[in-house]
């Protein structure tokens, strides 16, 4: 009886795939660092009272030009 | 201002320099991207007893490493020019202050209303009061309005000098001869510090900038023309 012949396995190209695939898998994690960068200044905008933030800076003593 | 040790930009007091921070970290990430993928062919290379001595004639492997570089320097040119033509965008200013550099101190000049000028000069360390920023502080600060654009122009009486805010996102330089202008729009009141930032001389590093920003409202009261 002819003995099982496996399927020939892949040979080359291993690490350009190995390479593509992790390449491919950092670039969409680091898309997701930017949008997240983003998501932060708009929701410190969001609810941001500019009056309240001020007055807590001018009771701090900070400016010279109010008190 | 920066605290001590800091490498990474300022938080943005505008809209513009938020536009930056997010390009810087879209720029910072090709970079990033970049390295690791030659660190770790670099590292392969090194970790292998396998040879190969056939390695002319890798016509697709040269031209992935064209194209592929060329799409990277697109991808970071379309939002670099989409930052610059923001910058120039018309948005009519509501207040235009002129600054002047010169050895080794700012003048300010706010004539739209009045004819308010003034020096602003450096705290000398002796001068300091428990508090002040040390090098950073100075006698008059520039005040000014958030939540309107502002128009800066700027200019010098001897030598080259910059007037820069990072946290703006402004820098520019102050040419003898010519008045050279930028805008900006603020966004959260506070105080901002900036210094000067082209060679002038023996106290070029002595020649901070201070911004007082404001609620407009406020502002109007007339704080700047009562001080």
Sequence with gaps: ?67 | MAHAAQVGLQDATSPIMEELITFHDHALMIIFLISFLVLYALFLTLTTKLTNTNISDAQEMETVWTILPAIILVLIALPSLRILYMTDEVNDPSLTIKSIGHQWYWTYEYTDYGGLIFNSYMLPPLFLEPGDLRLLDVDNRVVLPIEAPIRMMITSQDVLHSWAVPTLGLKTDAIPGRLNQTTFTATRPGVYYGQCSEICGANHSFMPIVLELIPLKIFEMGPVFTL
């Design chain 1, 1 to 67: 009886m002819a003995p099982e012949v496996l399927p020939k396995p892949r040979m080359r190209g291993l690490l350009a795939r190995r390479l593509r695939n992790h390449m491919a898998v950092a670039f969409v994690l680091s898309l997701g660092v930017a949008a997240l960068y983003k998501k932060a200044y708009a929701d410190f905008y969001r609810n941001y009272d500019v009056m309240k933030d001020f007055e807590e800076m001018r009771k701090a003593g900070i400016f010279q030009s109010v008190k």
